[in-house]
């Protein structure tokens, strides 16, 4: 604790004793300490905290418990704990000054916090998915300060899915001067975009609480991607309480923003009195054109452009929602090699660096403020609080997200229970007081007048529902806010197909409930006549892309490729999720493309095949199948080629065309050995793939993402084990136990195999077994230097380790 500590406190020493020069943003994750105990009183400055844990936010303390049966999460909330905790921080500040106002930043706490600092309450905040911020001046003294916190997570379930609870997000204490810019009140536009030219507008307010006039002069400054300042201007103004400042400014040849190229500029604001520098404040956004023409569809800088989306849930599996950001980075990288150019923040503002992520990676953001309104979803959700705080939230939600050139579309609210057209209106009109740049939409909310974008949910995977709403209403684009639903286990294949009925019973377990739905699902042909591979639990589900909810993922791409005015979609969902399993005992309920730990499933390689063009082929399934010897398997080839030929140990079983179903496959006999696909284009080989069959498992082959990390207590690495023959070839069915040692420079944050039906503690056990061939460690610097040394052992296979270094500060 104390090296932090301290540097805090000389950081901000320091600073107060030199001349003001703009202000300072610095992080206080580090060192807070935190009690799970219901029963305290924790917010007084001399509190004895001694004993309690010490910890770094961002922190989860739901995912640190145990899946309990008995857990009123639920099934909505992944079965784990909630509770009341508190969380307790010392700031030093050596010398305060008259000429400063210190702020605090939370980006995010689950749910109902209170902040008090030295003993005075600062203020209740139940929303937990979007940030706030209390000033601390009046409060402050010189030396020690201490903020409390309480978090009030003891109402569950307070959500449809997984929410975690605590500071789960980034905190920051800022610095600045009495006269400085209001960052949320900052609303950066681009009313002309073309290649030749673009007009900015800027606009922001300038705040005094010196309580005299002041006299100063405003510099707007930007700079283009590659460095360079490409515009300037300077404004003297007189400032009493607060004046507000726009500038319109012209860019010649300006680089656009587009997903392929996401090119960001910078604004950096400067405010002097005297010539004395005595603010600053610089933020990112982008120079982008987005035309939504009806009948025709969506247009990026004059290019057609389908949504080629996903929705996510905020939780990255074995970490909960503190979700360190090499994890989301990993994440996101794998969803734009996948193709993916789109996403949405199911259901509610996710963490501010997600956004910058977006930015500078190249994702279209449907941002979404809300799952319900007024009449909660959940026992304890925020539909509790909507009537008092939901004007004051989507005002901090559209400010902060506004100037992000990510964000394309608002989103405010999903599958709205009974809502009215005046509710609707009421929302919109809200929204728009504080941007009209982004059209809006909401999940489902199609029944509404008074959106731009119709969002049809599941209910827009039924036959025809989306061409018949066009007839009614052609001059309204659709997205498909959450299309398609299909569900997959890594690794877990059925050949003949399953549809998602009420209960979730297979339609052979329950086929009355099928016969309902038949007529109005796109149906897909069964891959055999008899299962090929029987005495799977119905809880997992096929990789072929064959077990439905309503649709298949290749009808739907079909069918947004076919109709102009729909202008794509975001399947659900992306990642598996924590909550919403169907029962105990699961976690979750695989509508995931890609599972817990961020292994891809085979959907993952079909909508590459379908989203991307860079050269890939995929054979499915794996081609370990002892026992099946002669039986007919059916594999299948995705590739975005147009012809593929497959080869069972050397010999051709054919060359075939793409098909309409998007998907190339072949009936093949099972016998041991290699199955190598080569895809064509255009009559040359594309890409090429080799599977092989797996003999006996052996031992494990860890492989790491990074090859060192920085020694900050805020890196990551993830460690996949991967559970090899003797020869190195992935054993797919491997389930074998392991045992997991970290030392030296790191810890373990997580522990996932991605298996919905595995009720281990992600955090703590450390004996557990992999599922299909994989499991995957998070490990986070502890902030000492050296080697961080990975062993893992087993009864049954031999012992592997790795070693990875860090980088000193
Ligand atoms: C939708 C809902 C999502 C998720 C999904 C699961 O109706 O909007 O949040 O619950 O169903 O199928």
Redesign the pocket.
Known sequence: MKNIYLIITLFIGIQSTLAFDGRVKKSINLDWRFSLDANVNAQDKNFDDSQWRQLNVPHDWSIEGEFLESNASGTSGAFLPGGIGWYRKEINIDKLSKEEEYEIHFDGVYLNSDVWINGHHLGFHPNGYIGFSYNLTEHLVEGKNVIAVKVDHSKLPSG??YTGSGIYRNVWLERHHKLHVLPNELLITTPEVSNEKAVVNVSTAIKNTWGKKKNIEVNFQIVDPKGKVVGNYDQKLKVVDQNEIQHQLELENPFLWSTDAPNIYYLNIAIKENKQLIDTYSTHFGIRKLDWIPQKGLFLNDQPILLKGL?N?QDAGPVGVAVPEQVLYRRLKMLKDMGCNALRT??HPFAPEFYTMCDTMGFMVMDEAF?GWWKNKADYDYGIYFEKYWKKDLENFVKRDRNHPSVVIWSIG??VPKFTNDEQESIVNELKKHDTSRPVTQ??GYLGTHIDLAGF??HGELKNVIENYHKKDPNKLIIGT?IT?TLQTRGVYRTKTWY?TKDNPAPWEKPEHFKRIEPRVYKIKDLSEEEVFTGITSKYQSSYDNSI?RIGVRHEWNRVEALDYYIGNFR??GFDYLG?SFNWPART?N?GIIDLAGFPKDHYYLYQSLWSDVPMVHILPHWSHKGKEGVKIPVVVYTNGDAAELFLNGKSLGKKEMTSERQIVWQVPYTKGKVEAIAYKEGKEWSKQIIQTAEEAYTMKLTSDRKRINADKKDVLHCEINVVDAEGNIVPNAMDEVTIEVSGAGKIIGIENGDILDMSSSKYDLTRKVFNGKCLLIIQSNGKTGDINIKVTSKTLKEADLRIGTHAL
């Open positions: 449809r899915w929705s849930h199911a259901h799952d999903n599958e999940g489902r949910n599941g959450e639903h998602r909810v659900w969902t919403e309920a509508f």
